[in-house]
């Protein structure tokens, strides 16, 4: 009888024992094992479009947290932005395993340069012809 209770006390010292170390990140459980492999996936930035003059401006074509190009008419944020947007699209649709469709879009109707007007990137008409 005492044999017993000796070998029942070591079988739940044993489970209790592994069960607070996986608790406490010390032996890897299946859940946390799973999200030590598992790639994070990279935030969405946020575009700014603070600028001080027309250098610091560009235009981009994805939205905030988009994978994939889709404004016909770019908008314009600083470069820091653009750059950003760009690279997180590009890791974004690695990590999802799929290609961006091509946009259909009509020429524009009048050519447009980014431009710091007023301390914020924005559109501007750009001289020269509209239609090439």
Same mark, same amino acid.
């Given at each position: 009888?005492?044999?017993?209770?000796?070998?029942?006390?070591?079988?739940?010292?044993?489970?209790?024992?592994?069960?607070?170390?996986?608790?406490? %990140?010390?032996? =890897?459980?299946?859940?946390?094992?799973? @999200?030590? #492999? *598992?790639?994070? &996936?990279?935030?969405?930035? !946020?575009? +700014?479009?603070?600028?001080?003059?027309?250098?610091?401006?560009?235009?981009?074509?994805?939205?905030?947290? %988009?994978?994939? =190009?889709?404004?016909?008419?770019?908008? @314009?944020? #600083? *470069?820091?932005? &653009?750059?950003?947007?760009? !690279?997180? +699209?590009?890791?974004?649709?690695?990590?999802?395993?799929?290609?961006?469709?091509?946009?259909?879009?009509?020429?524009?109707?009048?050519?447009?340069?980014?431009?710091?007007?007023?301390? *914020?990137?924005? &559109?501007?008409?750009?001289?020269?012809?509209?239609?090439?």
């Amino acid at each position: 009888m005492e044999k017993r209770r000796i070998g029942l006390a070591l079988v739940l010292c044993t489970t209790l024992f592994g069960v607070s170390a996986a608790a406490n %990140g010390d032996e =890897p459980g299946p859940t946390a094992h799973h @999200a030590r #492999t *598992k790639k994070k &996936a990279a935030k969405p930035p !946020k575009a +700014a479009t603070t600028c001080s003059t027309d250098a610091d401006c560009a235009f981009t074509p994805y939205t905030d947290g %988009g994978c994939c =190009p889709t404004l016909c008419q770019p908008r @314009a944020v #600083t *470069k820091t932005s &653009a750059e950003a947007l760009e !690279k997180y +699209a590009a890791s974004c649709a690695k990590q999802n395993g799929r290609e961006c469709p091509e946009l259909a879009c009509a020429p524009p109707a009048i050519r447009r340069q980014p431009a710091c007007i007023s301390g *914020k990137c924005e &559109a501007r008409a750009a001289p020269g012809p509209t239609r090439e």
